[in-house]
């Protein structure tokens, strides 16, 4: 057992099994012995690799992609250009460097980051040595004005609860103790969940269901900011519509492993359902796109003429490396429809570049 696993013991011996989502949280924002707290996990050397770490093309086309939402919307000046789990801040630096081909874009760009870890805030802040940023805990404290906001990957590490149907009830996942001490999921007793009365219609018994409240409290606060303010959001993340089944995962050097074996030395993710998120940004009153899928989106927005204009300065094993970083962000059967895009805009703008239409 880890240090966090014994804390989490301790208390779940005192005060019963605990929810996942506390339990999610714990483990990766522990202060001391979280998973995010303690530890760069990105690239070769981490648990996993983000599309902004396989090729600068993802933050190029990102970026060209809110500036012409910015463009769009009159060219406010200031406005607030953020993103919400920057990572190492690569994903940042290379927006601001594509933004940079649009005349007083990067000048009028107040940057801030919504960002917890103080590990990964001193690397963030090597990343964009030369642009002045401000950090955030929560959306929350991001100043007023016009908000365009990039979230890669920060959502499906909110954490989410979990519920089986059992009859025409629901019962909990949570985590308890096993006889030798360790934790070990259960399920608390069934019960019926006014909440989850609509899943009855497509559920059967035995049947998994997810919900995060933390993503969509994020998703409605950050859609009445824009209805109010203007500006726009891209939502990136591996997840579907309408979502059933249990995704709840760990990685830990690039494998998946047991999510309750090492409390706080892996990451946990799950599954980002998009519908729940695009109710609630309409209901906040902003203007939602349809669920587009990521190797869609890029490819529309031109990720594949800008790789080619970059395979002509390598050759040997650099140009097979980007070309395969080209396939993995956008082929089917890699990143391209595992991860799906949400872009939330200003009730009377435009959407961005590249994405459907809402369609119900």
């Not at 409390?263 to 599954?271: I, K, M, N, R, S």
Request: proline share 8%; net charge negative; with cysteine.
């Amino acid at each position: 057992m880890t240090p966090l696993g014994d804390i989490l013991a301790a208390q779940i011996a005192a005060e019963g099994p605990m929810r996942l989502d506390r339990y999610m949280s714990a483990c990766l924002l522990h202060p001391e012995h979280g998973y995010y707290a303690t530890r760069d996990p990105f690239g070769r050397a981490g648990d996993f690799i983000t599309a902004p770490e396989i090729s600068q093309m993802f933050g190029e086309m990102l970026g060209l992609c809110l500036a012409q939402a910015w463009l769009d919307q009159g060219r406010p000046a200031p406005f607030v250009l953020a993103e919400a789990g920057p990572g190492r801040g690569t994903l940042m630096a290379d927006m601001l460097r594509a933004m940079k081909a649009v005349p007083g874009m990067v000048e009028a760009a107040q940057v801030h980051l919504i960002e917890a870890s103080p590990t990964l805030r001193e690397i963030q802040r090597e990343t964009l040595a030369p642009h002045h940023v401000t950090w955030h805990e929560t959306i929350d404290g991001l100043p007023e004005g016009p908000l365009f906001l990039v979230a890669n990957e920060f959502l499906d590490a909110l954490p989410i609860r979990q519920f089986q149907r059992d009859g025409d009830g629901w019962a909990e996942r949570q985590v308890g103790l096993s006889d030798d001490g360790t934790l070990t999921p259960g399920l608390a007793p069934p019960s019926r969940l006014e909440a989850l009365e609509p899943r009855m219609a497509d559920t059967v018994p035995g049947d998994v269901v997810e919900t995060c409240a933390a993503a969509v409290n994020f998703t409605e606060t950050l859609a009445a900011r824009i209805a109010n303010q203007g500006g726009a959001a891209l939502l990136i993340d591996y997840g579907n519509w309408h979502s059933k089944g249990d995704t709840f995962q760990a990685l830990k050097g690039h494998e998946p492993v047991d999510p309750f074996a090492e409390p706080g030395e892996a990451d946990l993710t799950a599954h980002v359902d998009f519908e729940p998120l695009a109710q609630a940004a309409q209901d906040a009153g902003a203007a939602v796109s349809g669920m587009t899928a990521q190797g869609v989106l890029l490819e529309r927005l031109g990720i594949t003429a800008r790789a080619q204009r970059l395979a002509q300065a390598l050759s040997g094993a650099a140009r097979e490396t980007h070309i395969a970083a080209h396939r993995r962000l956008t082929h089917p059967e890699e990143m391209g429809h595992l991860f799906q895009a949400l872009a939330l805009v200003a009730p009377a703008a435009p959407l961005p570049p590249g994405f459907d239409p809402k369609t119900v």
